[in-house]
């Protein structure tokens, strides 16, 4: 596994971690409080970000090693 699929298992992980406590918050049996709730997407948004930022990465490298590939046929 390379570093990338790690950093992208890594981000989605926190991302579902995050999610399923905005969903224990927001639940009947167990209701959080303002505060916490905020936070909890706030840590959310910052998994997403950086997963994004991975994300983005990825591409730009799966680019260069096409362009690679071509110049290396010429």
Do not use: C, W
Not at 11 to 21: G, I, P, T
Not at 33 to 57: G, K, M, P
């Amino acid at each position: 596994m390379n570093v990338i699929q790690a950093a992208e298992s890594h981000y989605k992980s926190l991302m579902d971690r995050y999610a399923l406590e905005l969903n224990r918050l927001v639940g009947p049996s167990d209701a959080g409080t303002l505060d916490s709730f905020i936070d909890a997407i706030q840590q959310y948004e910052r998994a997403l970000a950086q997963f994004n930022v991975v994300q983005n990465l990825k591409a730009q490298m799966v680019k260069t090693e096409g362009t690679s590939e071509i110049q290396d046929e010429n």
